[in-house]
């Protein structure tokens, strides 16, 4: 009964209602202020007011001992739990903060969470449009993940323009020295900067970082959001849209990374700030000062985690990686040891990897357009020696139809192996097969490969049908009688009877580049002793036999075409 009496006596006359998004200490000061004291003798009358002493408020803002919650409820008449709620305590459990192996009456504990990724250091955001509209500030300003205000569309300012310091740096006392717009921070022992916070234009923020923001208050407020095609807790949204988001910086604040984004020159202006002979800025730890530069980072990480689900997010990160093609040793590890080794995040890590591997990916990124009829079964001979074979090594006729592939591909919209084929008019089961085939000899750099795949398609003639060409041969081979006894009468020694097939075959590899399996002169692939037999024709077909089909193939089709 007495200790009721007691604390009913500590409340002071004027309480304002606190905001619900209100910090602890401004809403002290706002106290301070309605009751005519200033914030030094507010806080007397919370640490001494008992008569056991003075007490502790440090750690005011992030975990306040019990004692101190249960002062501050009394003074103000605050439930104790509203007291917390306008500390970081708020934001523990994960959202984004872990408060679990900290005593604010411990401070050696304070290490078990103060490097943690982003952990808030003392001081605080400010959205200036705010502050000269209510006098609230806001809790969640707190929060290096919060980098705009939603309300104002503005970035939020994350230092004084006066003494150049976070806001409510914190030196000795919990609240600033003064309750109107002076900035405040202590400078000296009596000197306090004088600076207006009001000061300044705000900078308006793009439409993509409001909804990377909206993405994270939602999950601030609990909810699950999507990460690269699953619903997660929102625990686990914001550690790895902030894991991402440090990857990206790790890799921005690379050589060539300052020319990548608008805010990379202040990036890399700040890491030269926090760059020893030691070791270079941790931005895992502590994030940019900037909220330009988080905004940057969480905005590129945003689109990255939002996929729908993982080779697409993989995708999007995946030109980051240009900016460490050179660390020796594989970009893999590099990456691993710039961020949290979530299993979320080594699976997007190696998916990007991955798909820096693949050809089609790298070949499709840029279209040429050239006409598919322009694109051999077997690219030629002589382009792939010159081009490809050290490449893809010596097997010839896998190597060229691969490169054939891969030039589909680059030209077209075909999504895959089979579709490529496909386009060749070739059986679609031939194109993954072939790929798999030439993937496993590679030994080569995929993009200096796809380079040289664009090099080759722009340099392709358009003037050459290979379709039409491999109907040619098709209709020939339907109408022997029309040719094939005077072609055998006109080489010596004359061929035999039996020697169709190959000369069909000869003009189906040799003038339309096709295929040998798909030669119209047979209807199943060809067995080792067919193939065999026909070597053993193409090596023995005299300089005259050779022109003269050539000239069966192409003169006439150029001649119809003329008609046409
Ligand atoms: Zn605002
Ligand atoms: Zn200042």
Redesign the pocket.
């Known amino acids: 009964m007495e200790e009721e009496i007691g604390r009913g006596q500590r409340r002071l006359p004027s309480r304002p209602a606190i905001h619900p998004d209100e910090a602890l200490d401004g809403y002290l000061e706002r106290l301070a202020t309605a009751n005519g004291l200033d914030p030094a003798q507010l806080l007397r009358t919370v640490t001494t007011s008992d008569g056991t002493g003075a007490l502790s408020l440090s750690f005011l803002m992030i975990k306040p001992a019990v004692e101190a919650v249960t002062r501050i409820s009394d003074v103000s008449g605050l439930t104790e739990s509203a007291v917390r709620s306008a500390t970081l305590m708020r934001y523990g459990g994960g959202l984004p903060l872990h408060l679990e192996g900290f005593d604010p009456r411990d401070r050696h504990s304070f290490r078990n969470v103060v490097n943690q990724g982003w952990f808030p250091q003392t001081g605080s955001q400010i959205c200036v449009e705010c502050v000269a509209e209510d006098g609230i500030w806001r809790l969640q300003w707190r929060l290096p993940i919060v980098v705009v205000c939603l309300k104002h569309r503005n970035f939020l300012t994350a230092c004084?323009?006066?003494?150049?310091?976070r806001?409510r740096l914190r030196r000795y006392s919990p609240l600033r020295a003064s309750t109107d717009h002076a900035?405040?921070?202590q400078l000296g022992l009596r000197q306090h900067?004088p600076?207006s916070?009001l000061e300044g234009a705000s900078q308006p923020a793009p439409d993509e970082v409001l909804s990377m923001q909206r993405s994270i208050d939602a999950a601030l407020a609990g909810e699950s959001i999507n990460l690269m095609g699953q619903r997660v807790a929102p625990q686990v949204y914001l550690a790895e849209l902030r894991n991402t988001a440090t990857l990206l910086l790790h890799l921005l604040t690379r050589p060539g990374g300052r020319q990548r984004v608008h805010w990379g020159p202040a990036l890399h202006a700040e890491a030269s700030t926090r760059t020893t002979e030691l070791r270079g800025p941790r931005w895992g730890v502590s994030p940019p000062t900037s909220s330009l530069i988080r905004a940057g980072a969480l905005s590129e990480a945003w689109e990255i985690v939002t996929q729908s689900n993982l080779d697409d997010a993989a995708t999007k990160l995946s030109p980051w990686l240009d900016l460490i093609a050179e660390i020796p040793n594989g970009p893999g590890a590099w990456l691993l040891n710039r961020t949290a080794r979530t299993q979320a995040m080594e699976r997007l890590i190696a998916s990007a990897l991955l798909s820096r591997q693949d050809v089609a990916g790298q070949v499709s990124r840029q279209r040429i357009e050239v006409p598919v009829s322009a694109i051999p079964q077997l690219i030629d001979r002589d382009i792939y020696f010159t081009v490809f074979a050290e490449m893809l090594g010596g097997y010839e006729n896998t190597g060229r139809l691969y490169v054939s592939l891969c030039l589909v591909r680059a030209a077209t919209s075909a999504r895959n192996w089979s579709q490529a084929a496909g386009l060749l008019g070739l059986d679609p089961a031939v194109g993954p097969r072939t790929a798999r085939a030439a993937s496993a000899r590679r030994s080569m750099e995929v993009l200096e490969f796809a380079r040289r795949i664009r090099a080759v398609l722009a340099r392709l003639s358009a003037e050459r049908d290979f379709r039409a060409r491999e109907d040619r041969v098709r209709q020939l081979a339907s109408s022997p009688d029309s040719w094939f006894d005077q072609w055998c009468r006109s080489i010596a020694p004359a061929r035999r009877v039996q020697s169709l097939p190959y000369a069909i075959t000869w003009m189906w590899c040799e003038v339309a580049q096709g295929f040998l399996s798909a030669s119209p002169a047979w209807t199943t692939s060809p067995d080792s002793r067919t193939r065999a037999a026909y070597q053993a024709f193409k090596s023995r077909l005299p300089e005259n036999g050779e022109a003269a089909l050539r000239e069966l193939v192409v003169r006439t089709q150029s001649s119809s075409r003329r008609a046409r």
Not at 160 to 165: A, E, P, R, T
């Open positions: 004084c323009n006066g003494c150049g310091l806001f900035c405040g921070n900067c600076h916070i």
